[in-house]
């Protein structure tokens, strides 16, 4: 009973420190955390900044989902082709071509692809009995049309990604211009009644001016940077298409050559 007695009254002793507690006018108020989280920080300043800073907000949601989706799709660049290359033209050269397009098309990445489709092609148009000529030229725009289709598809949203490099520090030039002129005319206006310290109105409102400065070269310096690196990319795998087209077509042309038959010779005689 004693040990029961005791339970009671330490239960007894802390409900009353929370009753006071909840009682006391002093104590914080449960929504000064969150107060606190829209006061500083980055949210702090994206609030301060004014209403320029939404604009700039947004283009850095749509510049980061751009270069992580730019990123994943680029990937694939990066797979060695070299081997892949030497193997479709040894199996040209010993004329196994349908072993060339097997390998192209278990393979993964654009150039596999493109070498693929030429195959297919010349595959296809030389079943056909075509001309050398006119299958050599057949298969040269076939890979250009397919090729064409494949850089298209790697600059998709790039030109999204360069809008944000230049309009993100546009509108925070512009967020600052109208910070100033609103922080020169509350100064104007605190000239005429006569109150207020004019020198640090001045400073505060150009400190807040510069945020919206500050927020759109931070937007628009990594969007700048992620935009040439993607283009250096595709240029770089255009230049490597441009090669492994040329070495594909020496092939092919080696291959219509053998296969033209040897001109025949005049074995009729001259008559007596």
Not at 81 to 106: F, G, P, W, Y
Request: hydrophobic share 50%; with cysteine.
């Amino acid at each position: 009973m004693q040990g029961f007695s005791f339970i009671l009254a330490q239960a007894n002793s802390i409900s009353g420190t929370n009753t006071a507690a909840a009682s006391d006018p002093s104590a914080p108020p449960e929504t000064s955390s969150i107060a606190d989280f829209f006061d500083t920080g980055a949210m702090g300043l994206l609030l301060e900044g004014g209403p320029f800073m939404w604009p700039i907000l947004l283009m850095a949601l749509v510049g980061l989902a751009v270069i992580i989706e730019r990123w994943r799709s680029l990937k694939m660049l990066g797979n060695d082709t070299a081997e892949l290359k030497n193997s479709v033209l040894m199996d040209l050269t010993e004329n196994r071509i349908e072993e060339a397009l097997t390998r192209c098309e278990q393979a993964t990445g654009p150039v596999a692809a493109i070498l693929a489709n030429g195959l297919r092609k010349y595959l296809v148009l030389s079943k056909l009995n075509y001309d050398p000529a006119r299958l050599e030229e057949k298969v040269i725009k076939s890979m250009e049309s397919y090729g064409a289709h494949i850089l298209a598809a790697l600059e998709r949203h790039l030109p999204m990604l360069a809008i944000v490099a230049s309009v993100a520090p546009m509108v925070g030039f512009l967020g600052t211009v109208q910070g100033m002129i609103v922080a020169f005319s509350d100064i104007v206006e605190m000239d005429k009644t006569g109150g207020g310290n004019i020198i640090q109105a001045a400073a505060a409102g150009i400190q807040v001016a510069l945020l919206t400065t500050c927020f759109g070269l931070i937007v628009g310096i990594p969007a700048y940077m992620a935009f040439n690196y993607f283009s250096s990319v595709i240029n770089s795998f255009v230049l490597e298409v441009e090669e492994s087209a040329a070495e594909l077509m020496e092939a092919v042309t080696l291959q219509l050559t053998l296969r033209e038959p040897p001109p025949r010779k005049n074995t009729d005689t001259a008559s007596p």
